[in-house]
């Protein structure tokens, strides 16, 4: 398997992909501005991949950029669903079903003492 050193980019390749600015995926993930345009362009020289065109303050995603963000938004979506079905398993390990046998009078006596009650 190919090295994935691109991987701690791909947050902010993600961001600003789905919103369009590097300022407000800078805003959204909590970097500066110029962070994220690091990013981006380590990003871009990892892979070897030309994923976005600045013209001016405006950046729009080339042809294997939009490829690429598909992708990711895929991946991303997987571990989500991987993480989301590991978490309900992990809660049904521990929701288990507890049937009770009573003899017919001491369960009478508890359910009658219950709706006294209510």
Known sequence: MKALHFLPYIRAFEAVARIGS???????????PGAVS??????????GLTLLEKSGRNIKLTAAGREFAQTVSHAIGNLAAAVEDGTDRRLESHQRKLTVGLPPALAIAWMAGLLVQF
């Open 22 to 32: 590097v300022r407000q995926a800078a805003d959204e993930l909590g970097l500066s």
């Open 38 to 47: 690091l990013q981006l362009r380590r990003l871009s020289e990892t892979t």
